[in-house]
């Protein structure tokens, strides 16, 4: 596609279910990051993929986040036994390069009940 | 830890003057500095960048100043417009530790008024 897709667009759960959140970046990009913005605060860095390299993920708050991604293409993000402090904007974005200009998706609005 | 900070939340500019966002950063391995602007619902998007080897960008209506002995940035907007009105980040990145990674700040709302 033109940029980067991001799914679904809302998602509203219940505290303690597990949520899967998609991105497909654009393609060619070998770097995938994904943020959160919770309600009245800045862009938190949570993991970044380059190529085959081991991510970074320095920036997962817990152990109940998790995210992959297949080769240089789609990646999830998965939060395990969700609470209502995960709700927030989960965006994704890509780039051609590390740390160059990053391409954003619409984001994802992940209520938690 | 902050290490992009945007202390303004909101700023409000008459629209055809000049709006000045600001921005400081505290880690002295960041190199390449940008900005974003977001509309709600939607992702940010790039604006402007600078690298450290130069002390102001242009493009257009913007242009980003950077002074590295204070660790400060700033995008100037002129003239500003209606249109303009949106939250704007400053991200950084660098080498060593931050490689590949962008740092944000917090953002600024600005409000551009007829």
């Known amino acids: 596609g033109a940029g980067v897709s991001q799914s679904p667009s809302n998602k509203v759960t219940e505290k303690g279910k597990d949520v899967e959140l998609r991105c497909d970046p654009i393609?060619?990009?070998?770097?995938l990051y994904w943020y959160r913005q919770r309600l009245g605060q800045g862009l938190e860095f949570l993991i970044y993929f380059q190529g085959n390299s081991a991510p970074d993920k320095s920036g997962l708050p817990s152990d109940r986040f998790s995210a992959e991604r297949t080769g240089e293409s789609v990646s999830t993000l998965t939060i395990q036994r969700t609470q209502q402090e995960d709700s927030a904007v989960y965006l994704c974005?890509?780039?051609?390069?590390?740390?160059?200009?990053?391409?954003f998706g619409s984001g994802t609005q992940l209520s938690v009940l | 830890d902050q290490q992009v900070k945007q202390n303004s939340p909101s700023l409000s500019v008459q629209e055809g003057r000049i709006s000045i966002l600001n921005c400081d950063y505290t880690n002295s391995m960041f190199d390449y500095f940008l900005w974003y602007k977001k509309y709600p619902a939607e992702g940010p998007t790039f604006l402007i960048s600078i690298s450290s080897i130069k002390d102001k960008n242009e493009d257009g209506r913007f242009t980003v100043f950077l002074n590295k002995s204070a660790k400060h940035l700033s995008l100037h907007i002129v003239p500003s417009q209606p249109g303009d009105s949106a939250v704007y980040f400053c991200?950084?990145?660098?080498?060593?530790?931050?490689?590949?990674?962008?740092?944000f700040g917090r953002g600024t709302q600005l409000t551009v008024w007829p």
């Open positions: 974005a890509s780039s051609s390069q590390p740390g160059e200009k990053l391409f």
């Open positions: 991200a950084a990145t660098g080498g060593g530790s931050t490689l590949g990674r962008l740092y």
């Open positions: 393609s060619g990009h070998t770097a």
